[in-house]
């Protein structure tokens, strides 16, 4: 049993050489536990319907400007099917907060892709309820990532975060209780986030029953309230991530695709040299991909190639088996050991 580490604020806030040395520290943490594999997945966005309203997603409820979608199970069943990247071993299916797209997309989906592919899959849908849960997990999926953002009660209220926190996070424990691989996450760098907001990510992240956590850095989204708030920069969520792979050596920490946003020329491959070990190649059709509006219209897509050359850049190799069979692997591990 691993005990966690609560990272001090000496070295959340590093730079220069300390920050160096603990980004060093975690990537060796990450080598020595998982090699240099990484594992590699796909991720489609299905449908930018949103019931809730937090004021950093430009897919919030109140955005009017924006051109809702939901994809078709054809098109995308299609595409993951029959034109995936070789390199892939995992695809994570991916919307707003719509209950619709759930049933009339992504259970067909995933019963379509259990049925026809050995991929192993992922959703990451919001909160839902305990029956919709299960259906989705006998459908076959077995990863199901849900977001605490902030892991401040009230600075969790203030940002309109989904219900209060500790709904979220019942829903999280529920998972977790029910044979689901959870993987969370938060916003570094959040506007009002001080040095106590930023610990409690860590202390909740550590109670919480989570087999991965990632970090995003805050970037001010074009339609959201928060458009005119000050970016996070890099530095920061890089620290985090360093800090949640010294506290936990054995979750999957994946490297975002806003720290190209974060930081365009050396973002990505900054994230691997914290210790993550998770990359996702963007899938979502390029005809509906700006209306996904996490942050900003132009994003920044990651490609296989994309992928695949910040790998190679920093000495570091597709893993051989997907996620959802390494969480097999490890769950049959752990009952012989019982």
Same mark, same amino acid.
């Given at each position: 049993?691993?005990?966690?580490?609560?990272?001090?604020?000496? +070295?959340?806030?590093?730079?220069?050489?300390?920050?160096?040395?603990?980004?060093?520290?975690?990537?060796?943490?990450?080598?020595?536990?998982?090699?240099?594999? *990484?594992? #590699?997945?796909?991720?489609?966005? *299905?449908?930018?319907?949103?019931?809730?309203?937090?004021? $950093?997603?430009?897919?919030?409820?109140?955005?009017? /400007?924006?051109?809702?979608?939901?994809?078709?199970?054809?098109?995308?069943?299609?595409?993951?099917?029959?034109?995936?990247?070789?390199?892939?071993?995992?695809?994570? #299916? +991916?919307?707003?907060?719509?209950?619709?797209? *759930?049933?009339? #997309?992504?259970?067909?989906?995933?019963?379509?892709?259990?049925?026809?592919?050995?991929?192993? =899959?992922?959703?990451?849908?919001?909160?839902?309820?305990?029956?919709?849960?299960?259906?989705?997990?006998?459908?076959?999926?077995? =990863?199901?990532?849900?977001?605490?953002?902030?892991?401040?009660?009230?600075?969790?209220?203030?940002?309109?975060?989904?219900?209060?926190?500790?709904?979220?996070? %019942?829903?999280?424990?529920?998972?977790? /209780?029910?044979? &689901?691989?959870?993987?969370?996450?938060?916003?570094?760098?959040?506007?009002?986030?001080?040095?106590?907001?930023?610990?409690?990510?860590?202390?909740?992240?550590?109670?919480?029953?989570? @087999?991965?956590?990632?970090?995003?850095?805050?970037?001010?989204?074009?339609?959201?309230?928060? @458009?005119?708030?000050?970016?996070?920069?890099?530095?920061?969520?890089?620290?985090?991530?360093?800090?949640?792979? #010294?506290?936990?050596?054995? &979750?999957?920490?994946?490297?975002?695709?806003?720290?190209?946003?974060? /930081?365009?020329?050396?973002? $990505?491959?900054?994230?691997?040299?914290?210790?993550?070990?998770? *990359?996702?190649?963007?899938?979502?059709?390029?005809?509906?991909?700006?209306? $996904?509006?996490? $942050?900003?219209?132009?994003?920044? =897509?990651?490609?296989?190639?994309?992928?695949? %050359?910040?790998?190679?850049?920093?000495?570091?190799?597709?893993?051989?088996?997907?996620?959802?069979?390494?969480?097999?692997?490890?769950?049959?591990? %752990?009952?012989?050991?019982?």
């Amino acid at each position: 049993m691993i005990t966690p580490s609560i990272p001090s604020l000496r +070295q959340l806030y590093s730079a220069g050489t300390q920050q160096r040395e603990f980004h060093e520290r975690a990537s060796t943490v990450a080598r020595h536990f998982f090699g240099h594999s *990484v594992f #590699i997945r796909g991720v489609v966005e *299905v449908s930018n319907f949103c019931r809730q309203n937090c004021s $950093y997603c430009g897919m919030r409820r109140e955005n009017r /400007d924006l051109e809702r979608f939901r994809s078709q199970h054809d098109q995308i069943a299609e595409l993951l099917l029959h034109h995936r990247p070789a390199s892939m071993t995992d695809v994570n #299916i +991916q919307a707003g907060e719509d209950p619709i797209a *759930v049933r009339e #997309i992504v259970l067909p989906l995933i019963r379509t892709l259990k049925r026809e592919s050995s991929l192993g =899959i992922s959703v990451c849908l919001g909160s839902l309820n305990a029956s919709v849960y299960q259906e989705l997990q006998r459908a076959g999926a077995s =990863i199901y990532i849900l977001k605490f953002e902030t892991g401040d009660p009230s600075h969790f209220l203030k940002m309109q975060s989904p219900g209060s926190l500790s709904q979220r996070t %019942e829903h999280i424990r529920m998972l977790g /209780d029910s044979g &689901w691989k959870v993987s969370s996450g938060f916003i570094a760098g959040l506007p009002g986030q001080g040095e106590r907001e930023l610990l409690a990510n860590f202390q909740l992240a550590a109670e919480l029953p989570l @087999a991965g956590c990632s970090v995003s850095p805050f970037v001010p989204g074009e339609e959201t309230p928060l @458009a005119h708030e000050t970016a996070s920069g890099i530095d920061l969520p890089l620290n985090c991530m360093a800090a949640l792979r #010294i506290m936990r050596p054995d &979750w999957i920490i994946p490297a975002v695709s806003a720290l190209n946003l974060a /930081d365009p020329i050396q973002g $990505y491959r900054r994230g691997l040299r914290t210790g993550a070990n998770l *990359v996702t190649i963007n899938l979502t059709p390029s005809d509906v991909r700006e209306d $996904y509006l996490l $942050y900003k219209r132009e994003r920044f =897509i990651m490609t296989e190639e994309r992928i695949l %050359e910040a790998i190679d850049l920093e000495n570091l190799k597709p893993s051989k088996i997907g996620l959802a069979d390494y969480y097999r692997r490890q769950a049959t591990s %752990e009952r012989a050991a019982a």
